[in-house]
């Protein structure tokens, strides 16, 4: 409740402080709308050529490319901004305040930043599975809207979880500012199914960096292409790795020896 | 002169100790630049499978040697001069290089060949170790085609390296650029041949492609060393290269003299 009740709190403080830079809304709402369009132009050139890549028809790819960008907005709202915030104050010495507060250090650190723009993108990704659904039709019942929910569920937490022990390694080596980025320029990988890509790729794709569990695990539950054991293995590691990124998180904690003080 | 080439090799002395301080950069840097093309290539690889093999004359492996080709061009011809240039702007870095008593565009070119030069130890195992993964096939490469694909990657570095400088320019008027050269990429992802050799694109899109020049920068030298264009296409297109070179550079200038007038030297 309380963890809600402080989101809410950023949340809220993130939106009024952006509220001073209304142009930013308009300059995100262009970056969104020419990565959306960029992103449709390609699925049109190829099924230009083809009925279905991968054995995914047109529908089930515009399911893909909803998850991604739903996901990335979710993780470009409040995760990925937090943790780079978060390794900027653990750099600069500011974490110390963050240890002072009366909550828990881990959440604040992931609350702490939030994007407010970057809703559009989550609205964008929910307008594309709108569509994606609309053009599915009626094969989408309750089953696979709850495999769906479950797997997406599972996505974010194993997104959260890995890009929360990527941030943790800065207890360890202070500068790692770019670590994140790796992650960013993975996930554009993501805007096709990752059934498609050569078996070193989808394994590092899946494993390596979770880039399949986030994105091609949810719109496969959609579209009703999902197999029982892909679907424990997902909400298995939604459980896990959320408890691994805890741990090592309190690890690096005991590390940290202020850098200001 | 000589006080030119002077400055020059200060300058990659200097990119080079700057680079190798941030090695970690780098490698990050390189995942992406390879990532990007195994995607394009796994794509339609997959699309030209699905068509029994080949779609429009292209199978797996003649993708494969398509894309490892644009791969190592885009590598020697890519700018980050539109990203660069609104910093410099914005904060008020440029002044000092004003004051030089030499044009800021050396000190860009400088960086940039000194920057290929480095990420070349990191892009040609790359490539490597993607060809032998992809078996790429190379059977159309000739001698006249690579004679002919060095004067093609020259030009097409130099017009590349003069189509952002100018567009970089922009800054002078706007002041957040991001949506400038994120249209500006997407429009080069389709019609240069990065996300998609050409002949694929549909007939009135692959038309105007034909005429624009950024199919002059990516697609044409890749295409010109795989030996898919005639020699009367080779050379109209070298040609067309050094028409657009002509045009871009006497546009660079006209636009950087108004730009100059322009800038204000924010935080100077």
Known sequence: MRTLRLLWVHLRLGALNELQYRGNLVAQMLQ????LAASLLGLGIVFSKTDA??????YELLAILGVYFLVGGISQLVVQPSLSR?????????????????????????IKQIEVWKLVDVAIGAGVLGVALAGLGEGV???RAAAFGLTLL???AIVYSFLLLLATCAFWFVRVDNI????????????????????WLRLSLTFLVPIGFAITVPASGLVGRLSGDTLALAVALGVALPLVARWFWRRGLRRYSGASA | MNDLLALYRAQFRTTIAEQLQYRGGLAIWTIGLVLEPVIYLAVWSTVARSQGGAVAGFGAADFAAYFLVALVVNQATFTWIMWEMEYWIRQGHLS?????????IHRQIAVNLTFKLLTLTVVVPAALILGVVFRPNFAGIEPWTALAFIPALVLAIALRFAIEWTLALAAFWITRVTAVNQLYYVAFLFLSGQAVPLLLLPGPVKAAAEWLPFYRTLGFPVELLLGRLSPQDAAVGIVAQVGW??????????????GIRQYSAVGA
Do not use: C
């Not at chain 1, 969104?32 to 990565?35: A, D, E, G, K, V």
């Not at chain 2, 000092?96 to 800021?104: G, S």
């Open chain 1, 32 to 35: 969104s709308l020419i990565s």
């Open chain 1, 53 to 58: 890549l991968g054995g995914w028809g047109p």
């Open chain 1, 86 to 110: 978060f390794m900027e104050d653990i750099r600069l010495g500011a974490f110390d305040f963050t240890l002072t507060k009366p909550v828990d250090a881990q959440m604040l650190a992931s």
């Open chain 1, 141 to 143: 019942g309750p089953a």
């Open chain 1, 154 to 156: 599972a996505g974010v």
């Open chain 1, 180 to 199: 994140l980025v790796i992650f960013q320029s993975m996930y554009e990988a993501g805007r096709w199914p990752i059934g498609i890509y050569p078996p």
């Open chain 2, 96 to 104: 000092p290089l004003l004051l030089r008593p030499v044009h800021p």
């Open chain 2, 245 to 258: 070179l002509a045009v871009m550079v006497v546009l660079l200038n006209a636009v950087w003299a108004r």
